[in-house]
């Protein structure tokens, strides 16, 4: 493939190849102005393109491809820069020794970058606590609807989480839950989550949180490879609704570094036993699961009325202690939403903050 040379009017020298370059030619005839985005099709060319002509400008360089003239700037290019160099914020790790970040509604609601610094803050860390919030029954999508749009899952849109009886999981129960990502019976689980206390007048119920990443990074490369290659299965149901999935306990990305866990130890199905490798995903399972119950790498605070938990569902496992039902009420709601949205909003914000 031809490789174009560029010299640009700060003295910086390109070299991209030759397609790139025509498929991301500016111009009003390869693009959709108004919302940038691409009209030219690159199988329109043929695949062993070469420039007629590279001729350098004032302000940047023009392209003469024999039946199409593009032109590119210096602004242009700084432009690709910023879009190749973008990324999420990176996920910083933490342990029992940090204490959960909080926010009060009250300044968030009114000061921008009170609220830039709390998204950030989200997703960097993976959890924050929005106090002094109304303690009203589905406010909490009414908080996170300045955000992005929540996600509608199985059971209910806004989950009630008292004890119950009838209910569909411990949750609904007075029991210790153990720290777990929610709906890690969905294959395409939520990726972010709020819990919003409207009332905690019970003893004890502490809220517990787990950076999963801070976990994976005391396994060894063993584990972490056979919890990435075998899958497991989990199931979560009710009367009326059935959710089941397959995959791995831990993901990677495409560096493979970890990006989350999918583990509910309530929700965990029967691994196949004749499985190659059951004797050594239990093993990694084994230590995996003995990082996460150990108080070593569990932040525990309360949730009072008016808290509300914010979480990235991939990567913080959440659980609570038990607690007394009959020294008072205990209520919560959840809703769910997508981390993606948080992030690019942030972005959105941060940018708009310094245009």
């Given at each position: 493939m031809t490789t174009v040379s560029l010299t640009w009017p700060s003295g910086q020298i390109?070299?991209?190849?030759?397609?790139?370059?025509?498929d991301n030619c500016p111009c009003e005839q390869c693009r959709i102005e108004l919302t940038s985005e691409h009209r030219f099709i690159i199988a329109t060319v043929d695949p062993t393109l070469t420039p007629v002509a590279v001729t350098q400008t004032d302000d940047g360089v023009v392209v003469d491809w024999g039946d199409h003239v593009s032109t590119y700037s210096q602004s242009w290019m700084d432009d690709v820069r910023a879009q190749v160099a973008r990324c999420f914020p990176?996920?910083?790790?933490?342990?029992?020794?940090?204490?959960?970040?909080?926010?009060s509604f009250d300044i968030l609601d009114t000061d921008p970058p009170t609220e830039i610094s709390a998204l950030d803050h989200f997703c960097?860390?993976?959890?924050?606590?929005?106090?002094d919030t109304p303690c009203e029954p589905g406010w909490s999508e009414t908080l996170y609807r300045r955000w992005g749009p929540p996600t509608e899952l199985p059971f209910a849109k806004v989950h009630d989480v008292y004890v119950d009886p009838s209910g569909y999981n411990v949750a609904h129960t007075a029991e210790a839950l153990p720290p777990h990502n929610d709906f890690a019976s969905k294959r395409n689980r939520p990726s972010g989550q709020i819990l919003h206390m409207l009332a905690n007048e019970a003893e004890?119920?502490?809220?517990?949180?787990?950076?999963?990443l801070a976990i994976v990074d005391q396994l060894t490369d063993d584990e972490r490879s056979v919890l990435t290659t075998m899958p497991a299965a989990f199931r979560q149901f009710s009367e009326t609704t059935e959710t089941w999935s397959r995959s791995t306990v831990l993901q990677v990305d495409e560096s493979g570094a970890p990006v989350g866990l999918r583990y509910s130890n309530q929700l965990l199905q029967a691994i196949?036993?004749?499985h190659t490798d059951a004797s050594a995903w239990y093993e990694a399972y084994h230590r995996l699961t003995t990082l996460i119950i150990d108080p070593a790498n569990q932040v525990r605070f309360r949730l009072s009325a008016g808290d509300l938990?914010?979480?990235?569902?991939?990567?913080?496992?959440?659980?609570?202690?038990?607690?007394?039902p009959a020294?008072?009420?205990?209520?919560?709601q959840d809703i769910y939403f997508d981390f993606d949205d948080v992030a690019n909003e942030l972005h959105r914000r941060q940018r708009l903050q310094t245009a």
């Open positions: 390109d070299n991209v190849p030759a397609l790139w370059l025509r990176p996920m910083e790790r933490w342990d029992a020794d940090d204490e959960i970040r909080r926010f960097r860390f993976g959890a924050i606590v929005i106090t004890d119920g502490d809220s517990i949180i787990v950076d999963g196949d036993p004749w938990l914010m979480l990235h569902g991939h990567r913080m496992l959440h659980g609570r202690t038990a607690f007394s020294s008072g009420v205990r209520h919560l």
